[in-house]
């Protein structure tokens, strides 16, 4: 299993950017799939984007497209989430998540991932 430390997280006016970080840590030899998901107050945790640590093939819900980008440190014990163009409805906890299985079977459903961070607050407002 891995440890996962969220950062970057804050409050930013609608059309603003943000960069989340997210420190891995512990045996990342097995980790096929790593992710960022979110939730809103009320809703179900979704996700949001992924990417695969080898090879680097990355994965993108509709509502983000073109506007975050998911990314690996150079010290590939971390991950990055560059958020462009921020909405409201882009409010929630984000969270870092690590999985043991492949991004492409199912690259956002949470039950596939078995390590999690303590989530980063992003606050967009109008």
């Known amino acids: 299993q891995v440890q996962l430390v969220e950062s970057g997280g804050g409050s930013v006016q609608a059309g603003g950017s943000l960069k989340l970080s997210c420190a891995v840590s512990g045996n990342t030899d097995e980790t096929y799939c790593l992710a960022w998901f979110r939730q809103s107050p009320g809703e179900k945790r979704e996700g949001v984007a992924a990417i695969a640590p080898v090879g680097g093939r990355t994965w993108y819900a509709d509502s983000v497209q073109e506007r975050f980008t998911i990314s690996q440190g150079n010290a590939a014990n971390t991950l990055h989430l560059q958020m462009n163009s921020l909405r409201p409805e882009d409010t929630g906890v984000y969270y870092c998540?690590?999985?043991?299985?492949?991004?492409?079977?199912?690259?956002?459903?949470?039950?596939?991932?078995?390590?999690w961070g303590q989530g980063t607050q992003v606050t967009v407002s109008s």
């Open positions: 998540a690590a999985s043991i299985y492949r991004c492409r079977v199912d690259p956002f459903y949470s039950g596939a991932y078995n390590s």
